[in-house]
């Protein structure tokens, strides 16, 4: 599983952003798709995650109600919807995959290369 995440950029405090996850792979529909992020300085952490088929997700109290995780398995590809962008949410951000459905960064096998994500206020 190859996997691409895009989207980031630099934005304002209030704003929205989308990232994109693109993967290469048979059956997308088998893995479960995480965002994880990495402020600058700090440890990586859990962002959101969505089940194999988009009908579970989860969020970290920190972004629940502003972010929104997607998928599209017949598009092979996922998507982090940010809404009301804050100074604290400056990071790179990263998907990953895995057939496990989790919030743990270590369950996840396969990992694409970040995004940076810049809110200034």
């Known amino acids: 599983v190859q996997l691409q995440a895009s989207g980031g950029g630099l934005v304002q405090a209030g704003d929205s952003l989308t990232l994109s996850c693109a993967a290469s792979?048979?059956?997308?529909?088998?893995?479960?798709v995480g965002w994880f992020r990495q402020p600058p300085g700090k440890e990586r952490e859990f962002v959101a995650a969505v089940n194999w088929s988009g009908g579970s997700t989860a969020y970290s109290d920190n972004v629940q109600g502003r972010f929104t995780v997607s998928r599209d398995n017949a598009k092979n590809a996922a998507w982090l919807q940010m809404n009301s962008l804050k100074d604290e949410d400056t990071a790179v951000y990263y998907c990953a995959a895995d057939r496990v459905y989790s919030s743990d960064a270590r369950q996840y096998y396969f990992w694409g290369r970040g995004t940076q994500v810049t809110v200034s206020s």
């Open positions: 792979v048979r059956t997308f529909s088998n893995y479960a």
